[in-house]
């Protein structure tokens, strides 16, 4: 069983930066997919973005390309979403998911996960 847990979440202004963790309790954390979802108030949970297995593919939401950057570091079995120029429609509680598969491609499905935190929050506002 893997456990995954969130942090770096808060209160943000519009235009501004965070940085979420999700810390794996894997063994071999490096065999993982890992992916960012959201879900804001009222809405159904979305995909954010994905980093295959290898770290070699990422693929983001149209809504977050070029703001978003996610990444990994096997050796702390960690994956992070660096979130830069902030809109209030980023508001959302924010999930990180991990998958042990050797996909090529990120999934950017609910469904091709396994293993999720649970969430942390997130809100743009002035």
């Known amino acids: 069983q893997v456990q995954l847990e969130e942090s770096g979440g808060g209160l943000v202004q519009p235009g501004g930066s965070l940085r979420l963790s999700c810390a794996a309790s894997?063994?071999?954390?490096?065999?993982?997919?890992v992916g960012w979802f959201r879900q804001a108030p009222g809405k159904e949970r979305e995909f954010v973005a994905g980093?295959?297995?290898?770290?070699?593919?990422?693929s983001y939401a149209d809504s977050v390309k070029g703001r978003f950057t996610v990444s990994r570091d096997n050796t702390k079995n960690a994956n992070y979403l660096q979130m830069n120029s902030l809109r209030p429609e980023d508001t959302a509680i924010y999930y990180c998911?991990?998958?042990?598969?050797?996909?090529?491609?990120?999934?950017?499905?609910?469904?091709?996960?396994?293993?999720w935190g649970q969430g942390l929050q997130v809100t743009v506002s002035l």
């Open positions: 998911a991990a998958s042990q598969t050797h996909t090529i491609l990120p999934i950017p499905r609910e469904g091709g996960y396994n293993y």
């Open positions: 894997a063994h071999s954390f490096s065999d993982y997919a």
């Open positions: 980093l295959n297995w290898s770290g070699a593919t990422r």
